[in-house]
């Protein structure tokens, strides 16, 4: 299975149980799409715990007064099976330039707003609104 659908898939259903916090499997992908998600404001918080092969990212979620979840959407883009590259000044924009596109880049990963700004592509990893 793809390590990166199954981080974006616990977290979607750790949304749709109301969760406090989702615990998955550490790697260093995972913790620099925490660190974006973090960056822009669509997690609370999250921290590495366990050592080891048993390394965990616990990423705790954010929610509204209401108790609705920051996140709305998210899913994957690129895929094993088909992969989604995108030069700069053909990148597309989620919801109109509201939501955020994960990309990794031969400067590492990040957002779409600092891939245009850089100047440079990369593959789609994920879109989150």
């Known amino acids: 299975m793809d390590p990166i659908a199954d981080f974006l898939t616990r977290l979607r259903n750790g949304i749709?149980?109301?969760?406090?916090?989702?615990?998955?499997?550490?790697?260093?992908?995972k913790h620099e799409l925490a660190r974006i998600l973090l960056e822009e404001g669509y997690v609370s918080n999250f921290q590495i715990g366990g050592e080891g092969?048993?390394?965990?990212?616990?990423?705790?979620l954010k929610y509204d007064e209401d108790g609705s979840s920051v996140i709305k959407g998210i899913e994957r883009v690129?895929?094993?099976s088909r992969r989604v590259y995108a030069r700069s000044d053909g990148m597309p924009r989620v919801l109109g330039g509201l939501g955020t596109l994960?990309?990794?880049?031969?400067?590492?990963?990040?957002?779409?707003?600092?891939?245009?700004?850089?100047?440079?592509?990369?593959?789609?990893?994920?879109?989150?609104?």
């Not at 749709?16 to 992908?29: L, Y």
């Not at 031969?106 to 850089?118: E, K």
């Open 16 to 29: 749709h149980r109301q969760h406090r916090e989702v615990r998955v499997p550490f790697s260093r992908m």
């Open 53 to 60: 092969i048993r390394k965990v990212i616990v990423v705790t």
């Open 78 to 80: 690129s895929r094993s």
């Open 102 to 129: 994960v990309l990794t880049t031969s400067r590492g990963i990040m957002t779409d707003r600092d891939a245009r700004a850089a100047g440079i592509g990369g593959e789609l990893v994920c879109k989150v609104w």
